[in-house]
């Protein structure tokens, strides 16, 4: 079946340093990849996706690229932001007859000092 | 952007009891809603998808009878926890699927926690 691995946390970082959350995944077929972003007290939102293997999803300064070759879409940011302060979950839609249905990993906690 | 609201935020109940939580969007019309449900330090589940006119698709695993699902109009999927448990709290989270293209994107709530005594 379809399954994501994240990088377990919680992550602590001050800000302006350099964010990576690792994902890989494990899926049959071609699969798209997601990260969505839960704001504390807020539901998900999507932070960026890929759909296809060497897509780079980017938003808000962060990116991720999708590698096939080593079924990953890591999460990185440059410099974080306290307000990136939240949980992030990677997320795969498998496609056929899963569309629609979207698998997580089991989220990280990011906190960002000042 | 698309608002998915859920209500209530939080319901405590008593064993046995039934619970409903409700499942809106906001500002669009959503064919498609998708139940999660999430437990401490964990994943998001998968729990059934809901289509509008349609009978609920549950996924293995999760009782019909139990998580029962409507979805009697586009803006508006409710689920029902029927005699409640304990072993039923947790954090429900809905989410709608706007769009018609290849790959819509899913809006979630900001989640249901039920606590059962």
């Known amino acids: 079946g379809n399954s994501v691995t994240q990088m377990e946390g919680p992550v602590t970082l001050s800000e302006e340093a350099f964010l990576t959350i690792n994902c890989t995944y494990t899926a049959t077929g071609y699969p798209s990849l997601f990260w969505y972003v839960q704001y504390p007290g807020e539901g998900l939102q999507l932070l960026l996706k890929a759909t296809k293997a060497d897509d780079k999803g980017s938003n808000k300064g962060f990116e991720a690229t999708y590698r096939k070759e080593t079924t990953s879409f890591h999460l990185e940011k440059g410099s974080v932001q306290v307000s990136d302060s939240a949980v992030y979950f990677c997320?795969?839609?498998?496609?056929?007859?899963?569309?629609?249905?979207?698998?997580f990993g089991q989220g990280t906690i990011l906190t960002v000092h000042p | 952007g698309a608002v998915v609201s859920q209500h209530p935020s939080r319901v405590i109940c008593k064993s046995g009891t039934s619970v409903k939580i409700e499942c809106r969007s906001l500002?669009?019309?959503?064919?498609?809603m998708f139940w999660y449900r999430q437990f401490p330090k964990q994943s998001l589940m998968l729990m059934a998808t809901s289509n509008e006119g349609s009978k609920a698709t549950y996924e293995q695993g999760v009782e019909k009878d139990k998580f029962l699902i409507n979805h009697a109009s586009l803006t508006l999927s409710t689920l029902t926890v029927t005699s409640a448990h304990p072993e039923d709290s947790s954090f429900y989270i809905c989410?709608?699927?706007?769009?018609?293209?290849?790959?819509?994107?899913?809006?979630f709530g900001p989640g249901t926690r039920l606590t059962v005594l």
């Open positions: 500002d669009f019309q959503a064919t498609t």
């Open positions: 989410s709608a699927e706007r769009g018609l293209e290849s790959l819509n994107e899913q809006f």
């Open positions: 997320a795969l839609s498998a496609g056929g007859t899963s569309y629609g249905k979207l698998t």
